[in-house]
């Protein structure tokens, strides 16, 4: 098998399972129990909270435990559209995001009454500091803007965007950083009040998340009933998996710029090998990150390619895993004004520094020899 899908899920780093597996079988009582062994493992994710804040460079206070980025999300955006309510309930986003943003917003819009505004992108796939200003207004209480496009590899300048915000509003940034984070630093990160993250992006587990949100920002709880999380996210604790955090967080900043230059080898290797394939057309913009890299195929359907794919027993993705089973062309691929046909005929191959040049070579053959039988047929 060869695996070229990792902006939908990594394999768990080895030092990671072993000791989420030590603290699984040791360390087993409740974070909230005042005896010596609950103390012990409610010590050890205070700990890894600080250990992973630090890697963030924020404070430990501003990081909060969640299954995921999709409730980190959630949590950022409704906790604090229904903290601000009193000072407005316009809502802005972009036409891009994530299911887990988009979803929240429309529910926001239907069942709460507010107002979102969906901003459009470039033919980039980002979105441009103007069209933001010009959306701001007076009863703006939030932003919403993915710091890393998940289909095509996109990078918006959150910095900038947050800059803009905050210089015409009062409104709070908030940012969905899964697939930014281990890729590239995030220098961005004090100018915005809010960022999700997820662990199983970055060779941890699945079902566990982050939520970093600046002390001066009010959220109301998604999840009442317990004290964990300062209030903020009740139910027992996931020690196992928090404790996790610092250890995934601390391997992936470790070697993250030699696996940058790693993975941007393979990614112009895969761009000039498509290049020769007659049709191929290649959609994310060229300074997009190298670890996701999206194309389409003049005449091939996403869903063939896929199956021709997975018959050599090569792993791709069309889009975002979470829109994985809908036939509806890809509505990044659209808002970035390309084909309809084009958006129904595309593929996502998203590297990482396990991926080898053989793969990308056996891709590149694999896919000329699909195209082929393809045509001749």
């Given amino acids: 098998m060869i695996y070229l899908d990792y902006a939908s899920t990594t394999p768990v780093n080895q030092e990671v399972l072993k000791a989420y597996t030590y603290v699984l079988e040791k360390y087993y009582a409740n974070t909230d129990s005042l005896h010596d062994a609950g103390l012990k493992v409610a010590e ?7 250990q992973t804040a630090s890697c963030l460079k924020v404070k430990a206070n501003e990081l909060m435990f969640t299954s995921g980025a999709s409730e980190a999300n959630n949590t950022a955006i409704k906790g604090s559209a229904f903290a601000l309510q009193h000072r407005g309930k316009h809502l802005i986003t972009s036409c891009v995001e994530h299911s ?8 926001l819009q239907e069942l709460f009454g507010f107002e979102v505004t969906y901003l459009p992108v470039n033919s980039s796939g980002v979105v441009e500091a103007e069209t933001l200003r010009q959306a701001l207004r007076k ?23 947050a800059k803009v915000t905050h210089e015409s509003s009062r409104a709070v940034f908030h940012s969905d950083c899964t697939q930014i984070l281990g890729k590239q630093p995030l220098t961005f990160l004090p100018d915005i009040e809010l960022a999700s993250f997820s662990a199983h992006k970055i060779y941890g587990l699945k079902g566990s998340g982050l939520l970093y949100h600046k002390q001066n920002v009010r959220l109301v709880p998604l999840i009442c009933g317990g004290q964990q999380e300062a209030g903020l996210r009740g139910g027992t604790s996931n020690a196992p998996c928090n404790i996790a955090w610092a250890k995934t967080m601390r391997i992936a900043f470790e070697k993250m710029d030699e696996y940058s230059r790693h993975v941007s080898e393979l990614n112009q290797r895969l761009r000039l090998g498509l290049a020769e394939i007659d049709g191929v057309e290649i959609n994310s913009p060229q300074d997009a990150t190298p670890y996701i890299l999206n194309f389409s195929v003049k005449g091939m359907t996403s869903e063939v390619m896929l199956n021709a794919l997975n018959h050599y027993g090569i792993c791709v993705s069309s889009r975002s895993t979470c829109s994985s089973k809908t036939k509806a062309p890809s509505k990044v691929l659209m808002a970035m004004g390309i084909s309809e046909e084009r958006a129904t005929h595309s593929l996502r191959i998203s590297l990482s520094h396990l991926s080898k040049k053989s793969e990308v070579d056996e891709l590149l053959n694999v896919l000329k020899e699909i195209f082929n039988d393809y045509r001749i047929k």
Avoid: C, F, H, P
């Fill in 44 to 50: 050890l994710m205070e700990q890894s909270r600080e």
């Fill in 100 to 107: 887990s943003v988009d979803q929240t917003m429309k529910q």
């Fill in 139 to 161: 009863d703006t209480i939030l932003v919403s803007i993915m710091a890393l496009n998940n289909e095509v590899g996109s990078i918006n300048d959150i910095a900038e965007l």
